[in-house]
């Protein structure tokens, strides 16, 4: 590390929140995938108005915000986090069985890249893997949408979706089977006037079922309609290919690649306290991240119990890795952007300075990175966890620097 960028004002930065600290949120989806949010903007002056003063972007395949987050960080004294994330797939996990990251699909992993360098670095082949399984992602949907117009059709509904008309109204590229559902709950939104024509209108496409939303929850309509017609079992599902996703050590290389760390979102415990098999044991999930090339973890703790939530974050921290909190806002749902437990519990002040620690380690990564120089993890993604201190330093002063 460059010791003439090492000019914190101290060793030891204070949790998020306390004074020379800052309240970090390291993942938060933009409409440039799907969000909860109509634009950036709005995520951003929401993070003002909370306080949260570090933000990443991080969406699906897609970089091409980091220009405008860059822009409309620096406006807000916000300090910027570039971010992405993919799907991808350990066919290993997959042929025995092994439920990693997602809790429904055996092998599929979700993987974000943090601290990505910006203004981009990424080049070919690495370039044309991420616009290849972006393009692929597409036409996933737009197969969906195909099989939605079909459902449509037979009950003589009286309008269809126009799949470029859902990419060009509702996204910036990236387009995901929320949208069809945010552009079917539209559609019925116009085209019916009453609550019963509405409720009457999703018994049929919904092959009979009652709808169980209230008409005016649009996100709770939302995730009806994407459960009941876009996710396995329902009408317009249609099996990704094995093209839509890359493996998980092609993914680490496209990060390493664009400058990013490789993290490892964890699911942790959802639905009444359970956990996927990989995850169940964090004594071997430890030793797998670690041989799969994991320096850094992340959580997104508003489906987490503060209780486990704290111990899976203290061993892992304790274990030499970086680990960031985010809310995704990848759902209608609109929630807060400061970062909460489940039932809108307030991170413990421990939390907060090993989520600001890690987005410090990150920032320092992410400016060495720009300047050309070695980050925190190199080119074989191997973390100079020896001295994480030093980046700590760094990036809290480079945080400090950007929201003052």
Same mark, same amino acid.
């Given at each position: 590390?460059?010791?003439?960028?090492?000019?914190?004002?101290?060793q030891n930065p204070p949790p998020g929140g306390g004074q020379g600290g800052a309240l970090v949120n390291a993942h938060l989806h933009t409409p440039y995938s799907f969000s909860a949010f109509e634009s950036i903007p709005e995520a951003l002056n929401m993070a003002v108005a909370e306080g949260?003063?570090?933000?990443?972007?991080?969406?699906?395949?897609?970089?091409?915000?980091?220009?405008?987050?860059?822009?409309?960080?620096?406006?807000?004294?916000?300090?910027?986090?570039?971010?992405?994330?993919?799907?991808?797939?350990?066919?290993?996990? &997959?042929?025995?069985?092994?439920?990693?990251?997602?809790? #429904?699909?055996?092998?599929?992993?979700?993987?974000?890249?943090?601290?990505?360098?910006?203004?981009? +670095?990424?080049?070919?082949?690495?370039?044309?893997?991420? #616009?290849?399984?972006?393009?692929?992602?597409?036409?996933?949907?737009?197969?969906?949408?195909?099989?939605?117009?079909?459902?449509?059709?037979?009950?003589?509904?009286?309008?269809?979706?126009?799949?470029? !008309?859902? *990419?060009?109204?509702?996204? *910036?590229?990236?387009?995901?089977?929320?949208?069809?559902?945010?552009?079917?709950?539209?559609?019925?939104?116009?085209?019916?006037?009453?609550?019963?024509?509405?409720?009457?209108?999703?018994?049929?496409? /919904?092959?009979?079922?009652?709808?169980?939303?209230?008409?005016?929850?649009?996100?709770?309509?939302?995730?009806?309609?994407?459960?009941?017609?876009?996710?396995?079992?329902?009408?317009?599902?249609?099996?990704?290919?094995?093209?839509?996703?890359?493996?998980?050590?092609?993914?680490?290389?496209?990060?390493?690649?664009?400058? @990013?760390?490789?993290?490892? =979102?964890?699911?942790? !415990?959802?639905?009444?306290? &359970?956990?996927?098999?990989?995850?169940?044991?964090?004594?071997?999930?430890?030793? +797998?991240?670690? *041989?799969?090339?994991?320096?850094? +973890?992340?959580?997104? =703790? =508003?489906?987490?119990?503060?209780?486990?939530?704290?111990?899976?974050?203290?061993? /892992?921290?304790? #274990?030499?890795?970086?680990?960031?909190?985010?809310?995704?806002?990848?759902?209608?749902?609109?929630?807060?952007?400061?970062?909460?437990?489940?039932? #809108?519990?307030?991170?413990?002040?421990?939390?907060?300075?090993?989520?600001?620690?890690?987005?410090?380690?990150?920032?320092?990564?992410?400016?060495?990175?720009?300047?050309?120089?070695?980050?925190?993890?190199?080119? !074989? @993604?191997?973390?100079?966890?020896?001295?994480?201190?030093?980046?700590?330093?760094?990036?809290?002063?480079?945080? &400090?620097?950007?929201?003052?």
């Amino acid at each position: 590390m460059n010791e003439n960028n090492n000019n914190a004002e101290t060793q030891n930065p204070p949790p998020g929140g306390g004074q020379g600290g800052a309240l970090v949120n390291a993942h938060l989806h933009t409409p440039y995938s799907f969000s909860a949010f109509e634009s950036i903007p709005e995520a951003l002056n929401m993070a003002v108005a909370e306080g949260v003063k570090v933000v990443g972007i991080n969406d699906f395949y897609a970089t091409n915000g980091y220009e405008e987050w860059a822009e409309e960080c620096a406006e807000r004294k916000l300090y910027p986090m570039f971010n992405i994330e993919f799907i991808s797939l350990n066919k290993a996990d &997959q042929e025995k069985g092994i439920r990693v990251n997602d809790p #429904n699909n055996p092998g599929r992993t979700y993987i974000s890249g943090k601290g990505l360098a910006y203004p981009e +670095i990424l080049s070919d082949p690495c370039l044309s893997q991420l #616009n290849n399984v972006r393009e692929a992602s597409n036409r996933h949907v737009e197969k969906m949408c195909v099989k939605l117009n079909r459902i449509l059709e037979n009950i003589e509904a009286p309008f269809s979706i126009s799949f470029e !008309d859902v *990419k060009k109204e509702l996204t *910036k590229g990236s387009i995901r089977e929320r949208h069809l559902a945010k552009a079917l709950r539209m559609k019925v939104e116009a085209a019916f006037d009453t609550v019963d024509g509405k409720t009457d209108f999703y018994e049929k496409v /919904f092959g009979g079922k009652a709808l169980k939303s209230k008409v005016d929850d649009f996100a709770a309509l939302e995730n009806e309609i994407r459960r009941n017609l876009l996710k396995a079992g329902g009408a317009a599902f249609v099996l990704e290919s094995p093209e839509a996703f890359l493996d998980v050590e092609d993914v680490c290389k496209i990060i390493i690649h664009a400058g @990013g760390i490789p993290t490892y =979102p964890f699911l942790a !415990d959802f639905g009444d306290r &359970q956990f996927t098999d990989l995850e169940e044991d964090k004594e071997k999930t430890l030793e +797998i991240l670690k *041989k799969r090339g994991f320096a850094s +973890i992340e959580f997104i =703790p =508003p489906r987490n119990t503060a209780e486990v939530l704290e111990e899976y974050t203290r061993f /892992f921290w304790e #274990n030499g890795f970086v680990v960031t909190f985010g809310t995704e806002h990848n759902t209608p749902a609109m929630e807060p952007v400061e970062v909460h437990v489940h039932k #809108n519990e307030k991170l413990s002040p421990e939390m907060l300075e090993i989520n600001y620690k890690s987005a410090c380690v990150i920032a320092a990564h992410q400016e060495l990175m720009k300047q050309g120089e070695k980050g925190y993890i190199d080119e !074989d @993604g191997v973390a100079d966890v020896e001295n994480r201190e030093r980046y700590i330093e760094l990036g809290h002063s480079l945080i &400090q620097k950007a929201i003052i």
